[in-house]
């Protein structure tokens, strides 16, 4: 069983910044393409933002675009998710997710999954 381990959420007010990250076994992250996505009570799961193996291409959700960063360290085998900026619409679960298929926005196509972090943003 792949384990991945999300780390970095927490409260904060709206405008401030928060980093989370996940990491994941070598053998997992060294080949896979890593996504962030978010589950707010109520609502389903949905995309945030992805980054390819080589990290060299980022894709993100249009309401985070100019305020989240993906990122990956490969030396760690972690990957990054800056977050400034934040609304109280932000809050949510994130999940960290990798696919050995190319960066995709869409979840079933994620293999495995972290347990979550909490995010929550007060207004």
């Known amino acids: 069983q792949v384990q991945l381990v999300e780390s970095g959420g927490g409260l904060v007010q709206a405008g401030g910044s928060l980093r989370l990250s996940c990491a994941a076994p070598?053998?997992?992250?060294?080949?896979?393409?890593m996504g962030w996505f978010r589950q707010a009570p109520g609502k389903e799961r949905e995309f945030v933002a992805a980054?390819?193996?080589?990290?060299?291409?980022?894709y993100y959700q249009d309401s985070v675009k100019g305020r989240f960063t993906i990122s990956r360290d490969n030396a760690k085998h972690t990957v990054n998710l800056q977050m400034n900026s934040l609304k109280p619409e932000d809050t949510a679960v994130y999940y960290c997710?990798?696919?050995?298929?190319?960066?995709?926005?869409?979840?079933?196509?994620?293999?495995?999954w972290g347990q979550g972090t909490q995010v929550t943003v007060s207004s």
């Open positions: 980054i390819s193996w080589s990290g060299g291409s980022t």
């Open positions: 997710a990798a696919t050995y298929l190319g960066a995709t926005m869409e979840a079933r196509e994620y293999d495995y």
């Open positions: 070598v053998r997992t992250f060294t080949s896979s393409c």
